[in-house]
DNA sequence: CTTGAACCTCTAGTTACTAGAGCTTGTAGA
DNA sequence: TCTACAAGCTCTAGTAACTAGAGGTTCAAG
């Protein structure tokens, strides 16, 4: 399964720009070329993407998320070096979960004042259920 | 309560540049300035730097964070209007929390194979209990 | 008063995209 | 085969969001 680079945007939700810079700054690897100098790209490919694409939006760095891609190809340094990597995401990631249900909890309080303040003319309540 | 900047840099664990520049570009309140025209800040702007610092490095953009905080002034635009804001940032946050979930899963598997990789010198495990 | 830390503004650089110009390739239809 | 349009290419430069450093002022402690 080949993909172009078109494609490869539309099915990682990531714009063609971005892929090409992604792959000049060589978080993504270089794709294969076709006759015509078009990139080619593979399934693999597109995972690598969509982890970026995620890592991005969730607020982690091109180095963090470099540094998760090259555990996750079992590249290891020492023991200790590569656990305590590990171990700040994780730290991180938990961090950023509880973040965001503090988030979650102000915005359904945001839901119960834009109510209140509308009553007539806010759906915001009914559409939630 | 009056802070100075660097107090505020501490306190929301936020550099002083970043604090200037939100405080340039609006999302910060402007301080007041002593007679040494040196900012003053307040406990207020502590807790609105908290919540753009946070927000940030969950992967908001400004913008958003900008529009998230005009809601929680209580500053509703048409009921449709404010309805949708809100609901599309709630969809994110728990998209977010989704996706950090399956992050966080992912670590964990990176944790066994780190541990499998190099049994004798790695810690992981242990260190996660 | 002196000294060093902390503050100020301003300029410019870094990171991470993003847009547009001008060109080539690929594909569908006549 | 030709034409037209969509999609691809590289390159330059701009935007968003910081970040660093220069050169100066203010503040606080000794």
Same mark, same amino acid.
């Given at each position: 399964?080949?993909?172009?680079?078109?494609?490869?945007? #539309?099915?990682?939700?990531? =714009?063609?720009?971005?892929?090409?810079?992604?792959?000049?700054?060589?978080?993504?690897? &270089?794709?294969?070329?076709?006759?015509?100098?078009?990139?080619?790209? @593979?399934?693999?490919?597109?995972?690598?993407?969509?982890?970026?694409?995620?890592?991005?939006?969730?607020?982690?760095?091109? #180095?963090?998320? &470099?540094?998760?891609?090259?555990?996750?190809?079992? +590249?290891?340094?020492?023991?200790? =070096?590569?656990?305590?990597?590990? +171990?700040?995401?994780?730290?991180?990631?938990?961090? #950023?979960?509880? #973040?965001?249900?503090?988030?979650?909890?102000?915005?359904?309080?945001?839901?119960?004042?834009?109510? +209140?303040?509308? @009553?007539?003319?806010?759906?915001?309540?009914?559409?939630? &259920?």
């Amino acid at each position: 399964m080949i993909y172009s680079i078109g494609q490869l945007s #539309k099915l990682a939700q990531c =714009k063609i720009p971005t892929i090409r810079y992604y792959e000049e700054i060589g978080i993504l690897d &270089k794709a294969t070329r076709s006759t015509g100098n078009q990139r080619q790209y @593979t399934q693999a490919h597109c995972e690598r993407l969509n982890l970026i694409c995620h890592s991005r939006a969730l607020g982690f760095s091109l #180095k963090e998320i &470099k540094q998760l891609i090259k555990l996750q190809n079992g +590249q290891f340094d020492s023991g200790q =070096k590569s656990h305590s990597i590990v +171990q700040s995401h994780l730290t991180d990631v938990r961090n #950023k979960i509880a #973040k965001l249900k503090e988030l979650e909890l102000q915005l359904l309080t945001l839901v119960e004042q834009c109510h +209140q303040s509308e @009553t007539s003319d806010c759906l915001c309540v009914s559409a939630l &259920k």
